[in-house]
Structure formats: structure tokens, C-alpha cells
């Protein structure tokens, strides 16, 4: 009884300190004090794998920790991004009848005609950048702006509350889920922690709003549903994804093993036929989640605010920076509008190796080469800000692959960007934090491969 108590205590201890560091984070942080984020970071992490540690088989306890944190942030307006202000004009305008795509925040700001309450405010809190340029975020996310819009339509912190709830909500899911699709595949469920209690995961996401928690609910469901069997109802599920954000798009082709190969106990014409629905499904159910939305106009807008990702914005970069340094010694000047154009189809060829040319029928290998998928997606973009990491975050979970954790640890030396006002980034900062990513990487890659290695020759 003494040993529990003991035991008990310390969890007690290590989750009272988190919930002080949370609280701090969420109520009392600026952006530019880079030395308290960094304190607190650290701190988090080292005492959330303590609570993890030692609480191994003790899944209720953890998760209600991990919904306590998350709910510290309930009543904070978000201080390390200013995409929310967005999320919630675009909401508000679709509230009034407005079709987001199609217009400008900063030319309603202009003309003084503005349909929505507190548009000068929103405007202000988006900043000049983001208001303008067309939005870029699909139905589903604008649906989840829409219903903060309902709820909360007059006050910005009420909508910020409404839409926090919605994240924890898809956190929840993923939860629920993702812990299932662990017991099925023969993992560990407590490796779900280091999701749902990550520290980077509960501030960038429920803390900063960004919808991403509710893109990786739809997958994780997805997938759970494609392990069941039910191919059908995961193609809806994976269309919902890409109706929050398109980065889903880049794991389509990457199925095509799953079926084929997966499949093998039936025909290999049913294989296809099965492999042809699931990718229809998924065209056909994004296509009408956009459909109250299209217009050729719409089309324009919303393929030059994505171009812009690709040729024009630069942040925390790997390999383009190393590529952009080149083009300066080499040529003189920034080449993003060329390189920009030539590194997507890298990612895409890139895709198709992992497609044709490893195996994946099985789901841990299929989630393998997601991971791997899309970390090479972000090693060759032009941008990565902290919170895309959330993707591969929680897809590593069900694979033997760390790295997206170590990622999301090393992740805040980008925010040493905000230390200036004018924004600066410090590029030996993004140096070492790569240096380890790619050392981490490059090891378990090595690792993990040998391993496959030797079990085919005693096999």
C-alpha cells in the first residue's frame, strides 16, 4: 500500500507541475520570450514522459490527464498564432451568406463594408499577409468555422471556445480509435500517449487551434475502418481529411499496395475493382463537400493561395534552404519560383517509389510509408510550420519509427524566429534542429531496415 501511495504521489506531483506549465503557457506567455517557451517546453516533455513512465497500464488515468490539460486552455485566446482571427472571418462571412473563397478580408477592411461583427479586429489579429490572400481551408474546416459562427458569433472569444471544444472533440476520437487500431495491429495501446499527451500536440493544437486534430481523427478513423474491412466507409472517412486540409492527397497513391497486395485472398479482378471504388469514393465525396463552393473563380483563388506554399513563403525549411543557398552562390538570387515548381515533383516521384517499390499490404507497412511519405513532403518544402508535424506525430504511433516525436520536441527552435519583431529566422537554430532530425531519422532508418533484412535471411 506504501508503494502505491508512493506511486500514486508522484504522478500526482508531475501532473500538478504540467498543469502550472500549461496554465502559464495558455495565460501568461508573449511570443517573443523565447527563453520562458523554451523553459516550459522542456519541462513538459521531460515530466509528460514521466507520467507516462509511471503510469504505463493505467490508460484511464492518462487520458483524463491528458483532457485536464487540454482543458486549462479552454477560456485562452491563442498566443503563438494568429491563424484563428482567419478561421473565424471566414466563418462568420459563410454565417452571413458569403462564400469565403471569393473575396478579401483587407478589401471589405478597405471599403469600410464589412458584413461580419468585429471585422476591424479579426483584420488586425490575421494580419496584412494573411488578409491578403484568398483562403485556402476546405469545407469540412469551414463547416467548423461556421458552427463557432452559430455559437459564438459576437464575441471572439466565445468562437474561440466553440472551436477549441471541436478540437478536443476530434481528440477524442483519435483517442478512442487510434487505441483500437493499436490493439488490432498488436501494439502497445499506451504508445497513444505519445499523441494525445505530447506537449506539442496539446499546445499546437488544442492551445494554438489549428485544425489539424480534426484531419487526423478522420485518418486515424480511416484507417481503422480499412483494417476492419469496411474499404468503403474508410474512403468516406479519408475524403473527410481531405476536406480539412489536403495533405491526405499525398497518401492515395500509397493504398494501391493495401488492395492489391492485401487483398490476396480475393480475385486480383476484385483487388482492382475494390482498389477503383475506394479512390472513386474519395473523388466523389470531396468533390461534393466543394461543390456549394465552386465556381471558376473559386478555382482560380484557391490554386493561387496553395501555389503561394510552394514559390513564394519560406519558413523553417531543410533542404530548399540548402538549395536556395546554393542558387545565391551560384546564380545571385532567390530561386524559390524555379525550385518551387521542381520539388513537388520530386515528392510525387518520391511517392511512387514508396508505392511500386516497397512492400505494403500489410497496415503497419502501409502506415510506415505514410509516415515516411510525408516527412519527405516537408524534408524538401519551402515551408513547415511547427504544427504540420502533428500528421506525422500521430501515424508514427503504429509504426517502429520515433523520429516525428524527437521532431515535435525539437520543433520550438522555429519559434526563436519570433525573438524580433520584424520576424527573423535564426538559421543555425533550423540547422540543429534538423541536424538531429535527420540524424534520428537516418538511424532508425538504417535500423529498421536491417532488421527487415535479417528477418528475411532467417526466415
Known amino acids: 500500500m506504501a508503494a502505491l501511495w508512493k506511486y500514486n504521489k508522484l504522478s ?35 515530466l509528460t514522459y514521466k507520467i507516462i513512465q509511471t503510469n504505463p497500464n493505467n490508460s484511464k488515468l492518462l487520458a483524463g490527464i491528458a483532457l485536464g490539460f487540454r482543458i486549462i486552455f479552454l477560456l485562452a485566446t491563442p498566443n503563438l498564432s494568429q491563424d484563428f482571427y482567419r478561421f473565424i472571418w471566414d466563418g462568420r462571412m459563410l454565417l452571413e451568406g458569403f462564400n469565403p473563397y471569393l473575396s478579401l478580408p483587407e478589401t471589405w477592411i478597405s471599403q469600410g463594408n464589412s458584413p461580419i461583427l468585429q471585422a476591424q479586429e479579426l483584420y488586425t489579429g490575421m494580419g496584412t499577409l494573411n488578409g491578403s490572400h484568398y483562403t485556402n481551408y476546405p469545407p469540412i474546416s469551414q463547416f467548423c468555422y461556421l458552427i463557432a459562427g452559430v455559437f459564438s458569433g459576437k464575441t471572439i472569444l466565445g468562437s474561440v471556445v466553440v472551436m477549441r471544444l471541436l478540437i478536443i472533440l476530434a481528440d ?21 500517449f505519445w499523441y494525445v499527451l505530447n506537449p506539442f500536440i496539446i499546445i499546437e493544437l488544442t492551445g494554438n ?20 474491412g469496411y474499404w468503403y466507409w474508410a474512403a468516406i472517412a479519408l475524403a473527410l481529411s481531405v476536406s480539412v486540409k489536403l495533405i491526405p492527397l499525398l497518401f492515395l497513391p500509397l493504398f494501391f499496395q493495401k488492395f492489391i497486395v492485401g487483398l490476396n485472398h480475393i480475385s486480383i479482378k476484385n483487388r482492382f475493382l475494390k482498389l477503383i471504388g475506394f479512390y472513386s469514393i474519395i473523388i466523389l465525396v470531396t468533390v461534393l463537400l466543394f461543390a456549394p463552393f465552386l465556381s471558376s473563380e ?12 510552394f514559390q513564394n513563403f519560406e519558413f523553417n525549411a531543410s533542404i530548399y534552404y540548402i538549395i536556395r543557398w546554393i542558387g545565391y552562390q551560384t546564380i545571385g538570387w532567390n530561386i524559390i519560383g ?55 506525430l500521430a501515424l508514427c504511433v503504429f509504426t517502429k519509427y520515433t523520429f516525428p516525436i524527437w ?53
Not at 502550472?20 to 519541462?43: M, N, P, V
Not at 487551434?209 to 476492419?228: C, D, T
Not at 515533383?345 to 511500386?356: A, N
Not at 505494403?360 to 510550420?385: A, D, E, P, R, W
Open 338 to 392: 524555379t525550385v518551387g515548381k521542381i520539388l513537388p515533383l520530386v515528392v510525387i516521384g518520391i511517392l511512387l517509389l514508396l508505392t511500386f517499390f516497397r512492400k505494403n499490404g500489410k497496415t503497419t507497412q502501409l502506415i510506415t510509408v505514410m509516415v515516411i511519405g510525408i516527412c519527405s513532403y516537408y524534408f524538401l518544402s519551402t515551408t513547415v510550420h511547427p504544427w504540420y508535424l502533428a500528421v506525422p
Open 298 to 309: 473559386f478555382i482560380s483563388n484557391f490554386g493561387t493561395t496553395i501555389g503561394l506554399w
Open 12 to 46: 500526482i506531483i508531475f501532473t500538478f507541475i504540467c498543469a502550472l506549465f500549461y496554465w502559464s503557457f495558455a495565460y501568461q506567455l508573449e511570443r517573443t520570450d523565447f527563453i520562458k517557451i523554451f523553459g516550459l517546453w522542456i519541462g513538459l516533455f521531460f
Open 209 to 228: 487551434l489549428h485544425f489539424e486534430a480534426v484531419m487526423i481523427f478522420f485518418i486515424i478513423w480511416s484507417l481503422y475502418l480499412l483494417q476492419k
Open 172 to 192: 477524442v476520437g483519435t483517442f478512442f480509435f487510434g487505441r483500437k487500431l493499436l490493439r488490432m495491429l498488436h501494439i502497445p495501446e499506451n504508445r497513444i
Open 407 to 459: 521532431w515535435s520536441f525539437v520543433i520550438i527552435l522555429s519559434y526563436t524566429a519570433y525573438i524580433h519583431p520584424d520576424f527573423k529566422e535564426n538559421l543555425w537554430f533550423v540547422a540543429l534542429q534538423y541536424s538531429i532530425v535527420f540524424g534520428i531519422f537516418i538511424f532508425e532508418v538504417f535500423k529498421n531496415t536491417k532488421r527487415v533484412s535479417l528477418k528475411s535471411i532467417y526466415n
